[in-house]
Each structure stands twice: as C-alpha cells, then as structure tokens.
C-alpha cells in the first residue's frame, strides 16, 4: 500500500460518502469482462484498501451484486454509482473504485490488468506493465 493521506469519495448523487483513513494500495487498471460490464467503461481503475480502513456514511443506501461466487460489487442504490469490491478469500480487504475519489490521487496507476480481456475497441497507450 501506497498513500497516507485521507482520502475522501462519494457516489454520484452524494448519498454514499466515504473516508479512506489509511493507505491506498496500488492504483490499477482492470480491463477484465466483469470491471468493464460493472462500470460501463473500457476498464476500472481500482486500489486496496484495508477494510479497517474504509468508513462509509450512507451505508443504508448500498446495495451488493454477487458477480461471482465470493465476489461482491457494491454500489449506490439510488444512482447506480460502484463504490467499492469484496471478496469472502480477502476479508480485511476492498477494492476501492478510485473514480468516486474527491480528493487527489497522489500516486498514478502502476499496471493493466487482465489485458487478455480487454476491450477490442481500446489501445492502450502507455508503457505501464501489462499482465495477461
């Protein structure tokens, strides 16, 4: 894990807020089928997060989609925005969604996931690690 500043987020309409009150992993791009269809988008940019360290306000308004077993997408039920990721195999972890971010990202993305997976119609541009 990377950064030590709080950091704070919310969803779209503003009825999920949240406080990263720890560090942020690794900022990556997953470009796997299931980030692409769960955001609508050529890819998710993601971090971990010590789930000890996520505070959520709004809580009530979340709603979980299992997308595969173990695998929980989280995001707000009013305006569909994804917040975060868990898996039952890492408990004390989640996948934070870094485009609900309102404070500044410190530390740009390190790698491309699951490029095997990627759209067709998106190059990637960069000389970033890319993993299979």
């Given amino acids: 894990m990377t950064?030590?500043?709080m950091h704070k987020g919310s969803c779209l309409c503003g009825t999920v807020k949240y406080e990263v009150r720890?560090?942020?992993g690794a900022a990556i791009y997953c470009h796997c089928s299931r980030c692409r269809k769960a955001t609508a988008t050529a890819f998710a940019t993601n971090a971990a997060v010590a789930a000890s360290d996520f505070v959520i306000e709004g809580e009530?308004?979340?709603k979980t989609f299992d997308s595969s077993p173990g695998v929980h997408r989280i995001f707000?039920?009013?305006c569909g925005s994804p917040v975060i990721s868990s898996r039952d195999a890492m408990p004390d972890v989640v996948?934070?969604?870094l485009g609900t971010l309102d404070t500044p990202l410190l530390a740009p993305p390190t790698a491309h996931y699951f490029v095997?997976?990627?759209a067709v119609w998106y190059e990637?541009?960069?000389d970033l690690p890319q993993f299979a």
């Fill in 3 to 5: 950064e030590t500043l």
């Fill in 22 to 24: 720890g560090k942020l």
């Fill in 60 to 62: 009530s308004a979340l």
């Fill in 76 to 78: 707000c039920s009013n």
């Fill in 95 to 97: 996948r934070l969604r």
């Fill in 116 to 118: 095997t997976s990627k």
């Fill in 124 to 126: 990637i541009h960069d």
